[in-house]
């Protein structure tokens, strides 16, 4: 069970466009998704917390405009990276909250790797 | 402010020996704290959690990990390390003070196990 899925695995895209990733929840209902980014040999850097019907929460120097998220239902979130440039080339990957509680685990997706030209 | 340090980069050990990797936190509140192992171009996999209750917590595949709320640490161990191991761990914290779901995540030890 919690089962969280990603897609695509991996993009490529041209300087300028936009890309789209989706998170969906298998297997269970998520009221809260999170969505990170990790760089090469890093860790993960939380960009923005997202619940379903309202507006995505961000941290500080996310640009909400450039990486815009929707979490539409229970069971999607979905991440667009706007205008891409190769320095949003990176891997991102989303987690699902099963009830909301504070003490609750965050399921992971498998990741999507962007790579912008 | 909550921060999560792993000063290992790199731990290596040999197959059947037992295995450490070493996690210390600083919260202002108590702390619920993460393990979770990564492989190679995948995502997080849940390993264990500490909420309340038992300071020994144990885990998926053998794994397990003691809450010391003195030494503000939560190493992670496993009493026969297996090739299979061999992977990226992420010790993570979140703040009870300060509420939500705000998760730090350390910078992640490598570990290798030797057949």
């Known amino acids: 069970g919690a089962v969280v899925s990603q897609h695509p695995s991996r993009v490529i895209c041209k300087s300028g466009t936009s890309v789209k990733i989706e998170c969906r929840s298998l297997?269970?209902?998520?009221?809260?998704m999170f969505w990170y980014r990790q760089f090469p040999k890093q860790s993960l850097m939380l960009m923005a917390t997202?619940?379903?019907?309202?507006?995505?929460?961000?941290e500080q120097g996310v640009e909400k405009d450039k990486f815009l998220i929707n979490h539409a239902s229970l069971t999607l979130s979905t991440l667009t990276v706007t205008s891409a440039h190769p320095e949003d080339s990176s891997f991102y990957i989303c987690s699902a909250s099963v009830s909301g509680a504070e003490g609750d685990t965050q399921y992971f997706g498998p990741g999507t790797r962007l790579t912008v030209l | 402010a909550q921060s999560v340090a792993q000063p290992e980069d790199q731990v290596n050990v040999a197959e059947g020996n037992p295995l450490t990797v070493k996690c210390t936190y600083s919260?202002?509140?108590?702390?619920?704290l993460f393990w979770y192992v990564q492989y190679p171009n995948r995502g997080l996999q849940f390993l264990l959690k500490?909420?309340?209750?038992?300071?020994l917590v144990k885990g998926s595949y053998g794994f397990e990990a003691e809450f010391n709320k003195s030494q503000t640490s939560f190493h992670l161990k496993k009493p026969s390390a297996l090739v299979s191991d061999s992977a990226l761990y992420f010790c993570?914290?979140?703040?009870?003070?300060?509420?939500?779901?705000?998760?730090?995540f350390g910078a992640g030890t490598r570990l290798f196990v030797k057949a």
């Open positions: 993570a914290v979140r703040d009870t003070d300060t509420g939500g779901f705000k998760t730090i």
């Open positions: 297997d269970f209902q998520a009221t809260t």
């Open positions: 500490y909420i309340t209750g038992d300071n």
């Open positions: 997202s619940n379903e019907g309202s507006k995505a929460t961000y």
């Open positions: 919260v202002s509140g108590n702390p619920y």
